[in-house]
């Protein structure tokens, strides 16, 4: 059983900062990719930034310059510090990590249950 338990969401001023975590835990042989996603009102879950276990990252280009995502390694922890943001960045976010629980078994996306973060303008 894995499981992604997200913390940090919740309401700032535009121009303001918030720090997101997510850490994995539960029977965990390997992970691959950490990322987050968000997904505004009506709208579809769409990325955010993600990095390997390597620490090569990769964000979409309506964060880039203002998002950090980072990852703790021996935590099973993934972070993703918001700077400068807009009430556009206002949306559910989801922690995504790609895990396997055995040497050889398959390796599975696994979902957080999603945070809150609303910037009021």
């Known amino acids: 059983q894995v499981q992604l338990v997200e913390s940090g969401g919740g309401l700032v001023q535009a121009g303001g900062s918030l720090r997101l975590s997510c850490a994995a835990s539960g029977t965990i042989f390997s992970i691959r990719d950490m990322g987050w996603y968000r997904q505004h009102p009506g709208g579809q879950r769409e990325l955010v930034a993600v990095i390997t276990g390597a620490g090569s990252t990769n964000y979409a280009d309506s964060v880039k310059g203002r998002f950090t995502i980072s990852r703790d390694n021996p935590k099973n922890t993934v972070y993703l510090q918001m700077n400068s943001l807009k009430p556009e960045d206002t949306a559910v976010y989801y922690c995504?990590?790609?895990?396997?629980?055995?040497?050889?078994?398959?390796?599975?996306?696994?979902w957080g249950q999603g945070t809150q973060v609303i910037v009021s303008s």
């Open positions: 995504n990590a790609q895990i396997r629980t055995t040497r050889w078994g398959p390796e599975l996306a696994y």
